[in-house]
């Protein structure tokens, strides 16, 4: 069993920036490590993705503003975001993916205010 534990989120400003940590109780060497959100009544959204080979995609609203990256010494993944719209305004959950199996963390809140 693996344990995903996120920091970082806060409350900022429209265009202001936060990182995100999503910190693994186990080894992310060979797995896929995944950023998610949910706002209030809305569905989960992927957000950002990084695979074991460190190729990343992520969702349209956020490229060029958004950056995924992994320290798999650390066993950590981090979500960099910078540019922060109103509409960032979410929960954001880590998720861990090995072949078959799906980890997920209990979520850190972000907040942009405009």
């Known amino acids: 069993q693996v344990q995903l534990v996120e920091s970082g989120g806060g409350s900022v400003q429209s265009g202001g920036s936060l990182r995100l940590s999503c910190l693994a109780s186990?080894?992310?060497?060979?797995?896929?490590m995944r950023w998610y959100r949910q706002s209030p009544g809305k569905q989960r959204e992927l957000v950002a993705h990084?695979?074991?080979?460190?190729?990343?995609d992520y969702q349209d609203s956020v490229k060029g503003r958004f950056a995924i990256s992994r320290d798999n010494a650390k066993n950590t993944v981090y979500l960099q975001m910078d540019s922060l719209k109103p509409e960032d305004t979410a929960v954001y959950y880590c998720?861990?993916?090995?072949?078959?199996?799906?980890?997920w963390g209990q979520g850190t809140q972000v907040t942009v205010s405009s």
């Open positions: 998720n861990l993916n090995y072949i078959l199996q799906d980890y």
């Open positions: 990084i695979a074991p080979d460190r190729t990343t």
């Open positions: 186990g080894s992310i060497f060979s797995a896929n």
